[in-house]
């Protein structure tokens, strides 16, 4: 006979063998002692009915403690030790087996169930500790042509505007144009530096002609003017230029949109020329028609200065669209070239200093100190 070996959770089976083992004996006294006379065949299958009688009750116990398990409980089923395998032609063994591998299905299905749940982690529902945070870095644009911050590395610009000279300057020139051209590093969205060339160009005030042309007449006596020795003046023109190299930090100002801001300051060497002409008649020869005459002004006498100069400003820029590198821009700037002064004849002077002076400086204007405000339209790629 083989033994079975039950878990903790199989009491409804102990019962149902008990029931089973105890109407079997029943059954074999009445038929010992008593003698009955009733026909064994009959008593035979009335045995048969309560056996299986007792073995659904036991069943139907047995289901019902599996459902009333809680969800997340495990149930054992009986194990058949290796020791204990029996033949198959048993009957008891035969019913033994058929009990046991139904468990066994049973409880199997219910640990596939269990299995297949997922589990969670107690430590990963602790809610007490945040979870850890992840570290964001800025973004890295970083190319040969780009910073990591995203902007361009190199910048151009081209200009055109007018050159308005104030302060002592403004007793000598008149508004008139200029240009700038430029390139340099930017090394973040922010700072960046610009190495330019700007050509500033300035008229002459009538006063300033005046008092030239009677600085140049005064040493035409008559005199020498009978002797062919020299002409009286008329007709005197001129103007004023400044060309210079400069090197500009820039500082771009934060702002959203479109529109744009910067800083800049700079200085660099600045050279100061001041031309004084005259209108005179020249002659070209044409093939077909000859000599042809033609009238153009002629320099007749320039100055130059060579000096220091610091320059600073604001400008405004506008993006042609959102994600466009061209950028129009204005911007205006204060210029002061630190000219040094020399000695030279005016038409104050040219009676007294002039008399005795042995120089050939008779604009000593050129060499004041230079202030003008450039301004600036252009285009930054």
């Known amino acids: ?61 047995l289901l019902q403690a599996q459902q009333s398990q809680p969800a997340g409980s495990t149930f054992k089923a009986p194990l058949l ?18 009990s046991s591998s139904s468990s066994s299905s049973l409880d199997s299905a219910s640990a596939s169930d269990s299995d297949a749940r997922p589990t969670l982690d107690s430590a990963a529902l602790d809610t007490s500790q945040p979870p850890p945070r992840r570290r964001y870095g800025r973004p890295n644009y970083s190319s040969g042509n780009t910073n990591p911050d995203g902007s361009s590395k190199y910048t151009f610009i081209v200009g055109v505007g007018p ?18 051209v430029g390139g340099g590093r930017n090394f973040n969205k922010t700072v960046g530096v610009l190495l330019q060339f700007d050509y500033d160009h300035f008229g002459l005030q009538g006063a300033t002609l005046a008092n030239q042309t009677y600085v140049y007449n005064y040493y035409c006596t008559p005199a020498f003017q009978a002797s062919g020795a020299c002409t009286l003046v008329t007709g005197l023109d001129g103007n004023n230029h400044v060309w210079s190299f400069t090197l500009n ?42 000599p042809i005459a033609y009238s153009a002004n002629q320099t007749v006498d320039h100055y130059t200065s060579n000096a220091a100069g610091i320059n600073a400003g604001l400008g405004l820029t506008y993006k042609f669209s959102k994600f466009s590198n061209q950028r129009f821009y204005v ?20 009676a007294t200093f002039g008399a005795t002076y042995n120089g050939y400086n008779d604009y000593p204007a050129n060499s004041n100190r230079t202030t003008y405000i450039p301004i600036k339209i252009g285009i930054r790629f």
Request: glycine share 8%; with cysteine; proline share 4%.
């Open 81 to 98: 030790l290796a020791s204990e395998s029996a033949p198959a032609n048993s009957a008891a063994s035969s019913f033994s087996i058929f």
């Open 163 to 180: 050159a308005l000279p104030v302060g002592n300057s403004h007793k000598y020139e008149t508004l008139s144009y200029d240009f700038q």
């Open 249 to 290: 930090p820039t500082f771009t100002l934060p702002t959203e949109g479109s529109l744009g801001a910067y800083a800049v300051v700079g200085g660099g060497y600045y050279h100061k020329v001041t031309n004084f002409t005259l209108p005179t008649t020249g002659y070209y020869y044409d093939p077909y028609y000859g």
């Open 331 to 350: 911007e205006g700037r204060y210029v002061v070239v630190f000219n040094q002064h020399y000695a030279g004849v005016t038409a104050a002077n040219v």
């Open 1 to 61: 006979m083989r033994s079975l070996h039950f878990g903790r959770n199989d009491r409804h089976n102990n019962f149902t063998w008990i029931g089973l083992a105890t109407s079997k004996a029943l059954c074999i006294n009445k038929g010992v002692v008593k003698k009955m006379n009733t026909n064994r065949s009959f008593f035979n299958i009335a045995c048969r009915v309560a056996a299986f009688s007792f073995l659904m009750a036991g069943t139907v116990s």
